[in-house]
């Protein structure tokens, strides 16, 4: 199971472009609502996410969460003690964790990606503290997966679809997608 969590002012790009990939790939994925049940994009899209965040139950059928970027919606996002919460749950049990745009500056500022090659949007990177910033679209370092912008919300899905499906699938999806 993937969550894809959506904060107030949330990237539609950089969240919605991973769901189809991941969704096209046969993943069961599931949007949050941190905000709300219909939550606006940074571009003034409402977008109904699945279920609210009082809603969300994390156990051992979630893979992954996703943090999409965006302003305000990074800051919404970690402002949030149940993302908080989701996010301690899934690095204590061993479980995909990803960011994409300015949302990686949320894991930093935990400590998570001290150490770890990891990219961000690069007015953000000076947020990543101790990371090995790479300026790649998407870097996967052990159970964290980080993009760099709108512009990689592809490569990001695709990453992200490596992580749990394996490359080949990955492939499959992109060529059937005319990506790659």
Same mark, same amino acid.
């Given at each position: 199971?993937?969550y894809v969590f959506?904060a107030?002012?949330?990237e539609?790009v950089e969240?919605?472009?991973?769901v189809d990939?991941m969704?096209r ?5 599931i ?11 940074s571009?003034?899209?409402?977008v109904?996410a699945?279920?609210e965040?009082?809603?969300l139950?994390?156990?051992? %059928?979630?893979e @992954? ?5 965006g302003?305000?919606g990074?800051?919404?996002? /970690?402002?949030?003690? *149940? =993302?908080?919460n ?8 061993d479980?995909?964790?990803s960011?994409i745009?300015a949302a ?5 500022? %935990?400590?998570? @990606?001290?150490?770890k090659r ?8 000076? /947020?990543?503290?101790? *990371? =090995?910033q790479t300026?790649?679209?998407a870097v996967?370092?052990g ?9 990689a919300a592809?490569d990001f899905g695709?990453?992200?679809v490596?992580a749990?499906?394996?490359s080949?699938i990955?492939k499959e ?5 005319q990506?790659?």
């Amino acid at each position: 199971m993937v969550y894809v969590f959506l904060a107030e002012g949330f990237e539609i790009v950089e969240a919605l472009a991973p769901v189809d990939i991941m969704t096209r790939a046969g993943l069961k994925v599931i949007t949050v609502g941190v905000t709300g049940k219909t939550v606006v994009s940074s571009c003034g899209v409402p977008v109904i996410a699945d279920i609210e965040i009082g809603d969300l139950v994390l156990d051992d %059928k979630a893979e @992954l969460i996703v943090l999409p970027g965006g302003m305000p919606g990074t800051k919404n996002l /970690e402002a949030s003690s *149940a =993302v908080q919460n989701a996010i301690d749950y899934c690095v204590e049990h061993d479980i995909f964790v990803s960011a994409i745009c300015a949302a990686p500056s949320i894991l930093a500022h %935990k400590g998570l @990606l001290d150490g770890k090659r990891a990219t961000c949007f690069p007015s953000f990177a000076t /947020e990543l503290n101790n *990371a =090995v910033q790479t300026g790649e679209q998407a870097v996967r370092d052990g159970k964290f997966i980080t993009g760099k912008g709108a512009g990689a919300a592809f490569d990001f899905g695709f990453e992200l679809v490596t992580a749990l499906c394996g490359s080949d699938i990955a492939k499959e999806v992109a060529a059937k997608m005319q990506c790659r």
